[in-house]
């Protein structure tokens, strides 16, 4: 089952990286995805994303198969209201 393990806003996530710029590209099925300065693939965008709101990256992973990836989507990282 997928969960996220880590929510980044993009200057978060440039600075961790050292990537001054994502470059978006969008695929022959018309799925958008993002390159970093390097040309190297860094994730998928939410269909709905709308580069005039915050950009949040989601690292993802998948513990039945081992698979992990970046997610690119609109919003703000969540803080725990408490801890119980």
Same mark, same amino acid.
């Not at 996220?4 to 990537?19: D, Q, Y």
């Not at 001054?20 to 590209?25: A, K, R, T, V």
């Given at each position: #089952? $997928? ?8 200057? @978060?996530? /440039? %600075? =961790? ?5 994502? @470059?978006?590209?969008? +695929? %022959?099925?018309?799925? %958008?995805? $993002? /390159?970093? &300065? ?5 994730? #998928?965008? =939410?269909?709905?994303? &709308? %580069? +005039?709101? @915050?950009?949040?990256? !989601?690292? #993802? +992973? &998948?513990? &039945?198969?081992? @698979?992990?990836?970046?997610?690119? $989507? ?7 209201? !408490?801890?119980?």
């Amino acid at each position: #089952m $997928a969960q996220v393990t880590n929510v980044r806003t993009l200057g @978060e996530f /440039k %600075k =961790a990286t050292g990537t001054d710029n994502l @470059e978006i590209f969008t +695929s %022959k099925a018309g799925n %958008k995805y $993002a /390159k970093n &300065d390097q040309g190297e693939f860094i994730g #998928m965008l =939410a269909s709905d994303f &709308d %580069k +005039s709101e @915050e950009v949040v990256i !989601f690292s #993802m +992973s &998948d513990e &039945d198969t081992g @698979e992990s990836w970046l997610f690119i $989507a609109n919003g703000t990282p969540q803080e725990a209201e !408490f801890t119980i």
